[in-house]
């Protein structure tokens, strides 16, 4: 599983070891300190997928744009909802 976020030239995607790779270092390290697993509460269907709500609740500017999963259903973007 993977997810995308992107913000004009910025891209970052989530890693299956809980981490972050994005096209700028500075917003790697960003989003590795405020969207990591344990900065997501409670239980998670899709740990990736819910690192992904947390960086774009806290970088607003960003959006989710790519999902590869087979966990998630990607019509409509509906999957649980996490709490941070």
Known sequence: MSVKIEWK?????????GTWKSNSPNLEELLNAIASPVKVKGYTPDMEYSMALLAV?????????EINS????IS?????????
Do not use: C, H, R
């Open 9 to 17: 030239i910025f891209t970052a995607e989530t890693q299956s070891d």
């Open 57 to 65: 609740k806290g970088l607003p500017y960003f959006k989710i744009t």
């Open 70 to 73: 087979g966990n998630l259903s």
């Open 76 to 84: 409509g973007m509906k999957a649980e909802q996490v709490k941070a």
